[in-house]
């Protein structure tokens, strides 16, 4: 079962922030995240694993609660080169296979 | 270095056709992957191999086949092409470590069944 994200959508003025939210059924080893920009392929954004630290790069961070099978991407002040999908994709073992949400499309304004 | 590379970008076929979808990797990764992407459905699964010699089925497996011809290359095919696997498929790589470590996707091949 895919895990679910929230929001569906989002817009943004530039320069806010946003978080965005993944939640599964079943209990996490790992968690990954990535941005999709239309028309490309997935890029690489973080990955949490069960046990590790808040993670950070530039003004996106992520954070991991195994407890409640959550993760959450925070995005501040956001810039117009922060738009497309993102997703997150889950762990439940210790391998690589990976199941991802459906994904959150953030769109930055002017 | 190019990374993930797939083959061909774009295709059209008709139903009851075959193809194979290539996929190669230049990152000397032990896994690797491939995904049908729809629209709303997020990226799914379709089958992976943990490391050469080894493939396993993942969530929507059912009308596909895959090769794991080496380290470097992986294929995808469709033996009778249905309108449902219109989609855009990813193929990714990953290096083999405990948790996982990040897949590095190719630029997708865009399929239409008619």
């Known amino acids: 079962q895919q895990p679910v994200q929230s929001p569906q959508a989002v817009i943004l003025r530039e320069g806010e922030d946003a978080v965005i939210n993944c939640s599964s059924s079943?209990?996490?080893?790992?968690v990954h995240w990535y941005r999709q920009k239309h028309g490309e392929a997935p890029v690489f954004l973080m990955i949490?694993?069960?046990?590790?630290e808040q993670k950070g790069h530039e003004k996106i961070s992520a954070s991991f609660n195994e407890k409640k099978q959550q993760s959450s991407l925070y995005l501040t002040a956001s810039q117009l080169s922060y738009s497309g999908t993102y997703f997150c994709?889950?762990?439940?073992?210790?391998?690589?296979?990976?199941?991802f949400g459906t994904g959150t499309q953030l769109k930055v304004e002017l | 270095n190019a990374g993930v590379t797939q083959t061909p970008k774009f295709q059209v076929l008709k139903t009851g056709q075959s193809m194979t979808l290539q996929c190669a990797q230049d990152?000397?990764?032990?896994?690797m992957y491939w995904y049908r992407q729809d629209p709303g459905m997020g990226l799914r699964l379709i089958y992976y191999?943990?490391?050469?010699?080894?493939?396993d089925k993942g969530e929507v497996p059912n009308g596909y086949n895959v090769s794991r011809l080496n380290k470097r290359e992986f294929s995808l095919r469709l033996e009778s092409a249905a309108p449902s696997q219109t989609s855009v498929y990813f193929c990714?790589?990953?290096?083999?470590?405990?948790?996982?470590?990040?897949?590095?996707f190719g630029p997708g091949t865009r399929l239409t069944v008619t």
């Open positions: 990714a790589s990953s290096a083999l470590g405990q948790g996982g470590l990040e897949q590095y």
């Open positions: 079943k209990a996490l080893y790992s």
């Open positions: 949490l694993l069960k046990g590790g």
């Open positions: 994709g889950t762990g439940t073992g210790g391998g690589n296979k990976l199941t």
């Open positions: 990152m000397n990764h032990n896994s």
């Open positions: 191999s943990a490391s050469e010699g080894t493939t």
